[in-house]
């Protein structure tokens, strides 16, 4: 059985009464539905360096390495479900006018659970872009009989995520910085908060007013600084949150 996880008074109020409110999400969220990690002790990047598989200059190396890595990556993924926590904070965003989700995250669960409003900073794993005309799709083919998949225009099809030394997409960033901007309440949960710029979302809130709450396993660089740091896995502290929110 769970524990029961106290929610102060102050975050159960603000909550209840903003109508902007801002989620950044990192790799603890996945990780309780058993999305593998990139720091942790299992992490995928614990079997192969970084340099030799994410970034755009492997990519031009070795393609099929690459290519292969992503396939069994996906694979894995597919398998997955969304957890409760995925869930419940799509629960939230009903419950909020101004709401904005934005993730580290590439699997694309949040939106499996129902997430509309969601700004994937490191793009999704799922998604497929041409090197050479930048249009993306959803499903591309690679076995060993059809080869690398190219678009119509003949450029190589990449997976749509954001490979070290490679810049967020400007859209999604700047989107993701107007609804911290404009947030009453800003969560940032499961994230180590050391990855940049997306580590700096939640001080850029509470410069601009926002209660900021902290909800993650281990405390970390923000835990000191946040209004309030709740302990714990985000999938049982978030449907919780949102049970204690639906009470009269």
Same mark, same amino acid.
Not at 121 to 124: F, V
Not at 185 to 209: C, D, Q, R, W
């Given at each position: 059985m769970n524990a029961e996880t106290v929610f102060s008074a102050e975050l159960i109020s603000r909550l209840r009464n903003a109508r902007s409110v801002t989620v950044l999400t990192g790799a603890g969220v996945s990780a309780e539905s058993g999305v593998p990690t990139f720091r942790?002790?299992?992490?995928?990047w614990k079997k192969f360096r970084p340099e030799e598989l994410a970034t755009f200059e492997a990519f031009q190396r070795n393609p099929t390495l690459?290519?292969?890595?992503?396939?069994?990556?996906?694979?894995?993924?597919?398998?997955?479900?969304?957890?409760?926590?995925?869930?419940?904070?799509?629960?939230?965003e009903a419950m909020v006018p101004d709401f904005a989700l934005i993730t580290q995250n590439v699997d694309g669960l949040h939106r499996r659970a129902g997430s509309r409003n969601v700004f994937e900073?490191?793009?999704?794993i799922m998604r497929n872009r041409c090197t050479q005309c930048g249009v993306t799709v959803a499903d591309v083919e690679v076995t060993q009989e059809s080869g690398l998949p190219r678009c119509e225009c003949g450029g190589l099809f990449r997976p749509d995520v954001v490979w070290f030394g490679e810049m967020l997409p400007q859209a999604v960033w700047e989107q993701a910085v107007a609804a911290t901007s404009r947030?009453?309440? =800003?969560?940032?949960?499961?994230? /180590? !908060? #050391? *990855?940049?710029? &997306?580590?700096?979302?939640?001080?850029?809130?509470?410069?601009?007013?926002a209660?900021?709450?902290?909800?993650? =396993?281990?405390?970390?660089?923000? /835990? !000191? #600084? *946040?209004?309030? &740091?709740?302990?714990?896995?985000?999938?049982?502290?978030?449907?919780?949150?949102?049970?204690?929110?639906?009470?009269?």
């Open positions: 942790g002790p299992d992490g995928l690459v290519w292969e890595w992503y396939q069994y990556r996906r694979s894995i993924i597919r398998d997955i479900q969304p957890n409760p926590g995925h869930f419940a904070l799509a629960e939230l900073l490191h793009g999704n947030a009453e309440v =800003f969560l940032t949960i499961g994230t /180590s !908060a #050391v *990855v940049y710029p &997306a580590a700096s979302l939640p001080m850029e809130a509470k410069a601009h007013g209660y900021v709450v902290e909800i993650n =396993f281990e405390p970390t660089p923000l /835990s !000191a #600084v *946040v209004h309030e &740091a709740i302990r714990g896995k985000s999938g049982e502290i978030l449907p919780q949150l949102i049970t204690r929110l639906k009470e009269g």
